[in-house]
């Protein structure tokens, strides 16, 4: 696709339900980043994927949060148990992979976000 | 571990006037630097990144970056601001490759008055 898509771009949820957020990459890109942004705050890592591989999950705040990619494209951030302090704007990310070497970057292309707001 | 600090959660300026929004780092590896503008609603866009090489870095929409290595600093401007720059402005650092997680500022909010 043109971009990387997220749905829904608005969730409001009651405390206790459970939510499900969607993450489209760019086609192609292997690598799939999720983070969190308070309100007022900078984005803050929560997982990442490269393909199906969950490398990273070291950010998820407890285990009420699981994401998955099970073909390696789309992805799905799942918020079990829904708390007030999920409130925030949940974002993905995803790049292209390359071997890593000094010097070399791969730029992380941002979707829109989930904004997640818990009654 | 890494870290940033932008200095002002809001800088105000007049139309015309030059852009400097702050960002100092911490990095026990060498570091890779990221300037992103998020407009409201929407996500993050890039501006510009410093990996390595030149020290000054060119982005779009006419900002550009200094990476200092002594003041640990990376700091964003643009001679004239534009009504259109109005936005939050994050730096953000990751060591050695882009395949690893960005650690973010807090941002700045940056306002520009006709």
């Known amino acids: 696709g043109a971009g990387v898509s997220q749905s829904p771009r608005y969730k409001v949820a009651k405390r206790g339900q459970d939510v499900a957020l969607r993450c489209d990459p760019i086609s192609g890109h292997v690598s799939l980043f999720w983070y969190q942004q308070a309100l007022g705050q900078g984005p803050e890592f929560l997982t990442y994927f490269q393909n199906e591989a969950q490398l990273d999950k070291s950010g998820l705040p407890s285990d009420r949060f699981f994401a998955e990619r099970p073909e390696g494209s789309v992805s799905t951030l799942k918020i079990q148990r829904t708390q007030q302090e999920d409130s925030a704007v949940y974002l993905c990310?995803?790049?292209?992979?390359?071997?890593?070497?000094?010097?070399?970057?791969?730029?992380?292309?941002f979707g829109p976000g989930t904004r997640l707001t818990v009654l | 571990a890494q870290s940033v600090t932008q200095l002002g959660s809001h800088v105000s300026v007049s139309e015309g006037a030059l852009v400097l929004l702050r960002c100092n780092y911490s990095s026990s590896v060498p570091p890779y630097l990221f300037w992103y503008v998020q407009y409201p609603n929407q996500g993050l866009q890039l501006l510009l990144k410093y990996t390595t090489g030149a020290t000054l870095v060119k982005g779009i929409n006419g900002f550009e970056a200094e990476f200092k290595k002594s003041e640990t600093s990376f700091h964003l401007t643009k001679p004239s601001a534009h009504m259109s720059d109005a936005a939050e402005y994050f730096c953000a650092v990751t060591a050695f490759s882009g395949n690893t997680p960005l650690v973010f500022g807090k941002g700045t909010r940056l306002s520009v008055i006709a």
């Open positions: 990310a995803s790049s292209t992979h390359r071997i890593a070497t000094e010097g070399s970057t791969d730029t992380q292309y």
